[in-house]
């Protein structure tokens, strides 16, 4: 976008609405408390709104809303032609409301509203239209039983999907969920993060103007502890997708086992590898794609390439070039032109990241670019780009999942030592490896416990790959293409005895 066809933000901000109550059965409601909570803008620390703060009570209206929804039918029994054309008029009405709901997400998260536009509602739209198109063209299946009986294996929908999500990509991660929970004829409950409530509030504005009936999609903003343990082990949600930590994540499965065995879709943290072996000349596309794997987004990123392994040889003619490409990424007021990256999400997650830059230092690692909080006279929560040089692989920043722009270098000598280094995580989201080598690429790519691993690229591909975690990065299914209409579905066997 040129930069007199760039709309205002600024100004734009200034104008906008901002609606902040639960939607529960087709309704705006405040929490049956009353309780709002306050939602912070991260590149400022001023307050943007009262949200309505949902509890166990909001929750089971939620839920009831969206049982009763599942029950009689209106939206999973509807002509498969029908659900489609109400997805995708939610598609359009997304792309319709594009610069707003770009503008919302970064306000509340911190990112640059150009990556928004660029990145989060794109990817939300087509994750809404992708979905959308596969409703009228799944089959079931006939088996091949003998002639006197026929079987059917069809698949229904499961029933009520409650959705936890995380806040680095809000109406992105929404949309992943929504559009194959929905396009399989579920009903959905959405907890957003409490950081990041105002897009999911927004989205469902637009969820009633696309026609979907009252109770198909709610939204109950709140706290984990309430709210999210609420969905969590709530006897009629049949399964619950989650988005965020770990640590938070086991807390789901725990919950499911302590109330009615729902159906449990983790999608975790990582602490990804890029892998660049020495075989490789040119550093030019290397280090911007370095750059997009841990300084996009702020490195608030889950597949975000953290731990870059560098061949001995190359590592000081790679960092320079690393340190003179990521002095590029301008830091700065996410509504600014030109600014690429953002505010981090709050102040105790920023002061998270600089006690890991601090443990970074106190274990022999050597900063070799940034390491500060900067802009502090903004009120926001920004840290510079940071490169870290002698880092092994037993220390705490390259093991824990920091969650910032914090990229730690550790060497290597051989491709064995490079795999061995890579795997030597809990987790297994990504990794990326760059090499001119056809036989590296196909050995280090198969040899990588992880869900994606791209080769001379960072990037999580389209709507039509899965993607998900292997080891304590997921658990229970693939975000995204058919499989995702998998884990929101059941499996049934029909037999008919012909007579
Ligand atoms: P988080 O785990 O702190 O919170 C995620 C959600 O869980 C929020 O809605 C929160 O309110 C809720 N929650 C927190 N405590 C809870 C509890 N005790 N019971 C029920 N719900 C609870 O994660 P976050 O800080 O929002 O997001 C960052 C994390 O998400 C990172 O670890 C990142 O790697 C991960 N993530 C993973 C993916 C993926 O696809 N694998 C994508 C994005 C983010």
């Not at 995380?166 to 194959?180: C, D, Q, R, S, T």
């Not at 920004?382 to 999942?401: G, H, L, Q, Y």
Request: some cysteine.
């Amino acid at each position: 976008m040129s930069e007199n066809q760039r709309p205002n933000f600024a100004s734009r901000a200034n104008e906008l609405t901002i609606e902040g109550r639960a939607f529960i059965n087709g309704q705006f409601v405040p929490a049956a408390s009353g309780k709002t909570f306050k939602t912070v803008n991260p590149a400022n620390g001023k307050i943007l709104a009262d949200v309505a703060e949902g509890d166990v009570e909001d929750v089971n209206r939620a839920v009831a809303a969206a049982k009763a929804a599942f029950e009689d039918g209106r939206w999973a029994k509807m002509a498969p032609k029908e659900r489609k054309r109400a997805l995708l008029r939610l598609a359009d009405l997304v792309e319709a409301n594009i610069e707003e709901l770009a503008l919302l997400e970064s306000l509340d998260n911190g990112k640059p509203v150009d990556d928004a536009l660029a990145a989060d509602l794109p990817d939300c739209i087509e994750s809404l239209r992708w979905h959308a198109e596969a409703i009228d063209k799944l089959y079931d299946q006939v088996s091949p039983t003998p002639g006197d009986i026929v079987s059917l294996v069809v698949r229904e929908p499961i029933g009520v999907v409650g959705a936890v999500i995380p806040w680095n990509f809000p109406l992105a991660i929404i949309a992943m969920k929504v559009g194959p929970v929905l396009a399989g004829g579920n009903s959905i409950v959405i907890k957003p993060a409490e950081q990041t409530p105002l897009t999911a509030i927004r989205f469902a504005e637009l969820v009633a103007e696309a026609g979907i009936p009252p109770g198909v999609v709610n939204v109950v903003p709140g706290f984990g502890e309430t709210a999210g343990q609420a969905l969590g082990r709530h006897m009629d949600v049949d399964c619950l997708t989650f988005t965020g930590s770990t640590e938070v994540g086991r807390y789901f499965l725990k919950y499911a086992a302590e109330s009615n065995l729902k159906r449990v879709i983790l999608e975790l943290g990582g602490k990804s590898p890029a892998i660049v072996m020495d075989d490789v000349t040119d550093f030019g596309p290397v280090v911007e794609q370095l750059a997009m794997g841990i300084l996009f987004s702020q490195g608030e990123n889950c597949s975000a390439g953290s731990r870059l392994l560098v061949q001995e040889g190359i590592k000081d003619k790679l960092l320079s070039a690393v340190v003179e490409h990521f002095r590029t990424w301008r830091v700065g007021d996410p509504l600014a032109a030109g600014t690429k990256v953002g505010a981090l999400i709050e102040e105790k997650h920023m002061h998270r990241i600089l006690d890991y830059i601090e443990s970074g230092k106190q274990e022999g690692g050597r900063i070799i670019l940034g390491g500060n909080r900067v802009l502090q006279e903004t009120g926001g929560f920004f840290v510079e780009p940071t490169v870290f040089d002698n880092v092994n692989n037993s220390m705490k920043i390259a093991r824990e999942e920091i969650f910032g722009p914090v990229l730690s270098t550790i060497p290597f000598r051989t491709v064995e030592e490079a795999i061995q280094i890579a795997n030597d995580t809990p987790y297994g989201l990504a990794a990326s490896l760059y090499t001119n080598n056809l036989h590296t690429a196909h050995k280090v790519s198969r040899a990588i416990r992880a869900g994606t691993v791209s080769v001379n690229c960072f990037s999580e591909g389209d709507q039509s790959v899965p993607f998900g975690g292997f080891k304590q990065s997921g658990f229970g299914g693939r975000e995204k293409s058919f499989l995702a209409h998998d884990q929101y579905s059941q499996v049934k066997t029909i037999w008919m005895q012909l007579r």
